[in-house]
């Protein structure tokens, strides 16, 4: 019994809302009903893996029928007005003109989300040009630019500024931008709660970025300025999630107002900027710390690291077994219930930078050690010679591990049999789990 089709025309519009626009369209076999319900739909999902078929098509003549589909669905749609409109596909270097004309057939009062997603066929094709009225769209609260051919222009005319009330999460991945222009649409984000910054280019003309919202809650960014970013600001009072990752070449990084950050991931090459986000981050949760910061964080005296009172989860990404650099960071944790090292290094980078200090009992053990730390986490420890370092510093101490996770990248099965036995010496009321891949590589 069909019992679907009793429903009124609005609850089926807001059921295929959730579906991929492909799914949707479907329907339209069933009745002339469903075909007008689709052409009435407010939320399209554009994929173009969606409509691949590799049997039977070249990646070229795939992008031209799902272009051609898509412009055959928007170009019927009359009404109501488009409120999503998501697009993930390749571009030719003949599409620009055609994905320009997709944004401006959806662009309207009540457009809420745009976002795109876009990857090249080919080198040659030039970047597309972002339409000034999407950055004067009212109704907007979700804008994502995604893709290598993505240029945003400056405003057109004098009265055509940038205004986006409504809008509260702005992603820009590897786009390109007018000098000052960043800054000019920030400005003009008041409601903004998430924002995602990532190898955003700029001309070389040095420009400052502030980004200080007192509504923002979680704030992603992966630098590509390079030296035209001569001063980075941060005040976010609200935010609560942070990773930011930035090259050695910044001039001048300033922070305040993080107290209230949960959980954040700091990616930094330059000491002084590392030690600034750590005195700010002082009462964080969770805290990962990646390898640029091993390359320059243990050379810092242990009095100058802050100590973090409230911390819970802490994952250090480094190249090698660095006594030195955990001990100090475990000194500073004395809440810590969690711990996570990652090691990246390959063959020639596994010996400890600091072997005079090793973990014996007579170096003085962390409180987090002696109580609270129950977790341990290892990842890929490529070199049985790490495995010697690691076991004696954490198994020879009378302390009460309740769970010690293992994921270990080998050559060989057989070197793990060989080195098994390192956690005989693991308390006996620790859960032990594994995870073992093996590698072919150098």
Same mark, same amino acid.
């Given at each position: 019994?069909?019992?679907?089709?009793?429903l009124p025309?609005?609850?089926?519009?807001?059921?295929l809302?959730?579906?991929?626009?492909?799914t949707?369209?479907l329907t339209?076999?069933?009745?002339?009903?469903?075909t007008?319900?689709?052409?009435d739909?407010?939320?399209?999902?554009?994929?173009?893996?969606?409509f691949r078929?590799?049997?039977?098509?070249?990646?070229?003549s795939?992008?031209?029928?799902?272009?051609?589909?898509?412009?055959w669905?928007?170009?019927?749609?009359?009404a109501?007005p488009?409120?999503?409109?998501?697009?993930?596909?390749?571009?030719?270097p003949?599409?620009?003109s055609?994905?320009?004309?997709?944004?401006?057939k959806?662009?309207?009062p009540n457009l809420?989300?745009l976002?795109?997603?876009?990857s090249?066929i080919?080198c040659s094709?030039?970047r597309?040009?972002?339409p000034?009225g999407?950055f004067?769209?009212?109704?907007?609260?979700?804008?994502r630019?995604?893709g290598?051919?993505?240029? %945003?222009p400056? &405003? !057109?005319?004098? @009265?055509?500024?940038?205004?986006?009330?409504?809008?509260? *999460? /702005?992603? #820009?991945?590897?786009?390109?931008?007018?000098?000052?222009?960043?800054?000019?649409?920030?400005?003009?984000?008041t409601?903004?709660?998430?924002?995602?910054l990532?190898?955003?280019?700029?001309?070389?003309?040095?420009v400052?970025?502030? %980004?200080?919202? &007192? !509504?923002?809650? @979680?704030?992603?960014?992966?630098?590509y300025?390079?030296? *035209? /970013?001569? #001063?980075?600001v941060?005040?976010?009072?609200?935010?609560?999630?942070l990773d930011i990752?930035?090259?050695?070449?910044?001039?001048?990084?300033?922070?305040?107002n993080?107290?209230?950050?949960e959980d954040?991931?700091?990616?930094i090459?330059?000491?002084?900027?590392?030690?600034?986000f750590?005195?700010e981050?002082?009462?964080i949760r969770?805290?990962?710390l990646?390898?640029?910061v091993f390359?320059?964080?243990?050379?810092?005296p242990?009095?100058?690291?802050?100590e973090?009172?409230?911390l819970?989860?802490?994952?250090?990404?480094?190249?090698?077994?660095?006594?030195?650099?955990?001990?100090?960071m475990l000194?500073?944790?004395?809440?810590?219930?969690?711990?996570?090292?990652?090691?990246?290094?390959?063959?020639?980078?596994?010996t400890d930078?600091?072997?005079s200090?090793k973990?014996?009992?007579?170096?003085k053990?962390?409180?987090?050690?002696?109580s609270?730390l129950?977790?341990l986490?290892?990842?890929?420890m490529?070199n049985?010679?790490?495995i010697?370092i690691?076991?004696?510093m954490?198994?020879n101490?009378?302390?009460?591990?309740s769970h010690?996770?293992?994921?270990w990248?080998?050559?060989?099965?057989?070197?793990?049999?060989?080195?098994y036995?390192?956690?005989?010496?693991a308390?006996?009321?620790?859960?032990?789990t594994?995870?073992?891949?093996?590698?072919?590589?150098?």
């Amino acid at each position: 019994m069909d019992r679907i089709s009793d429903l009124p025309d609005c609850i089926l519009l807001h059921i295929l809302s959730f579906l991929p626009t492909k799914t949707a369209f479907l329907t339209t076999v069933l009745s002339r009903r469903w075909t007008h319900l689709c052409h009435d739909l407010q939320h399209f999902y554009f994929d173009q893996n969606q409509f691949r078929n590799r049997n039977t098509w070249s990646d070229f003549s795939a992008n031209k029928r799902f272009l051609a589909i898509v412009n055959w669905i928007l170009s019927r749609h009359k009404a109501p007005p488009i409120r999503t409109f998501r697009l993930t596909c390749d571009l030719n270097p003949s599409d620009e003109s055609t994905l320009e004309w997709f944004i401006i057939k959806v662009l309207g009062p009540n457009l809420e989300e745009l976002n795109l997603q876009l990857s090249s066929i080919l080198c040659s094709v030039s970047r597309v040009a972002i339409p000034n009225g999407i950055f004067s769209c009212t109704s907007l609260v979700t804008l994502r630019l995604n893709g290598v051919h993505v240029r %945003i222009p400056s &405003p !057109s005319a004098p @009265s055509c500024r940038y205004h986006l009330p409504s809008l509260k *999460t /702005l992603q #820009l991945y590897d786009v390109k931008i007018s000098d000052g222009n960043l800054e000019e649409i920030l400005s003009h984000c008041t409601a903004l709660e998430t924002l995602i910054l990532g190898y955003v280019r700029q001309s070389f003309v040095k420009v400052q970025l502030s %980004i200080c919202f &007192p !509504s923002l809650k @979680s704030l992603h960014f992966k630098s590509y300025f390079g030296e *035209t /970013l001569r #001063l980075l600001v941060i005040d976010t009072p609200s935010l609560k999630r942070l990773d930011i990752q930035v090259e050695l070449w910044f001039h001048e990084i300033r922070v305040r107002n993080l107290h209230n950050v949960e959980d954040a991931r700091i990616n930094i090459s330059k000491q002084s900027f590392v030690l600034e986000f750590l005195v700010e981050l002082c009462r964080i949760r969770i805290l990962e710390l990646g390898l640029s910061v091993f390359d320059c964080l243990p050379e810092v005296p242990p009095h100058r690291i802050p100590e973090f009172t409230c911390l819970r989860t802490l994952e250090l990404t480094v190249r090698c077994f660095d006594t030195r650099y955990i001990m100090n960071m475990l000194q500073k944790c004395p809440m810590l219930k969690l711990l996570a090292i990652v090691f990246t290094a390959r063959q020639y980078l596994i010996t400890d930078p600091h072997p005079s200090r090793k973990w014996d009992h007579s170096v003085k053990v962390p409180t987090c050690l002696a109580s609270h730390l129950k977790v341990l986490k290892s990842r890929d420890m490529l070199n049985p010679e790490m495995i010697e370092i690691f076991s004696p510093m954490f198994f020879n101490m009378d302390l009460f591990w309740s769970h010690l996770i293992f994921r270990w990248i080998i050559r060989e099965l057989k070197d793990f049999q060989k080195n098994y036995p390192f956690c005989q010496g693991a308390p006996r009321r620790a859960k032990l789990t594994f995870a073992i891949c093996t590698y072919n590589g150098g």
